[in-house]
């Protein structure tokens, strides 16, 4: 039979649940507010009144980032985008990160090579460079310049590969004997057993090209390949309120639209995608970053 806690553990626990309630409350209260906030009437939500509750409950924001074609449009563009980012970026990846989960007796230039991109990745060329870079390579206007940029990406790179030198190193002595080349070890031995990092990686992905959306401004003019991201920015920079010509571009009235709601609308449309696909991939992400960011 299992000792009862004593007085100073029971308090401990405690401690730990109020601390726990703390963070989490401080953590939700921005996104219902936020919420909220996209739910309310625009001159009561200028007020400053609103907590976690609508007050006058409004959706003229949503209708007007919702009610066009371009919106759907630049989503189908977002989530091409994505999609795309996220199978050339996990090819990228895994075959990066396979040489130099060898030994460095297979791979001599191994830990060389590791600085170098260490070095090349922490630093930034700046935007000049980048357009001039662009233009030179025929990119700018063009869907690729959203895509390229992030397919290599050397923290990935890390956690696969750390993820991979924690397997035991029994299977590849036993694909050796059976004759198993490099292909064969990454399609048949380590690309099932990395599930838990791949669902990190793509988790990585997924949010920060979801999120981005200054490539598009500096190298994108078409709107037919503007990311939604982009396009809800440049709604709310757009549209002034106080301008007469705004309001009636905009579809209402000052008492109808302000910046604040479509800001608030905006940060709550950009939850979704994130708050759907991360309950599929939570219960890898733990697993994935400790066994991809610690080794023996």
């Not at 009862?4 to 308090?11: H, L, T």
């Not at 590791?114 to 630093?123: A, E, G, Q």
């Not at 290599?152 to 790179?157: D, E, H, L, M, Q």
């Amino acid at each position: 039979m299992l000792a009862s806690k004593s007085s100073g553990s029971r308090a401990f626990d405690a401690a730990l649940i109020l601390i726990l309630t703390v963070v989490s409350a401080a953590t939700l209260f921005p996104i219902l507010h936020t919420v909220a906030v996209s739910f309310s009437n625009p001159a009561i939500a200028g007020s400053g009144t609103i907590t976690v509750l609508p007050k006058g409950l409004s959706l003229n924001a949503y209708a007007r980032v919702m009610d066009d074609k371009q919106f759907f449009r630049s989503l189908w563009v977002s989530v091409e985008r994505i999609a795309i980012t996220l199978a050339l970026g996990t090819v990228v990846t895994y075959l990066a990160a396979f040489p130099f989960s060898r030994e460095t007796r297979d791979f001599r230039m191994r830990n060389v090579y590791l600085w170098l991109l260490l070095i090349v990745s922490s630093f930034n060329g700046g935007i000049i460079p980048g357009y001039m870079n662009a233009k030179n390579l025929g990119l700018y206007d063009n869907f690729w310049i959203l895509v390229l940029p992030y397919l290599f990406n050397f923290g990935n790179i890390l956690l696969v590969f750390n993820f991979w030198r924690n397997l035991p190193k029994e299977l590849d002595d036993c694909s050796n004997i059976d004759g198993a080349g490099p292909w064969m070890k990454l399609a048949y031995i380590y690309f099932p057993l990395s599930l838990p990092v791949l669902a990190t990686i793509s988790l990585f992905t997924i949010v920060n090209t979801w999120n981005e959306y200054f490539q598009a401004i500096v190298f994108i003019n078409d709107p037919h390949l503007m990311p939604l991201q982009t396009y809800l920015q440049q709604i709310v920079v757009t549209i002034d309120p106080t301008r007469p010509e705004d309001i009636t571009k905009a579809g209402g009235s000052l008492s109808d639209i302000s910046n604040q709601t479509l800001d608030a609308a905006k940060i709550s449309l950009t939850m979704l995608p994130i708050v759907f696909v991360y309950p599929f991939l939570q219960r890898y992400f733990i697993h994935g970053i400790t066994l991809g960011s610690v080794k023996e």
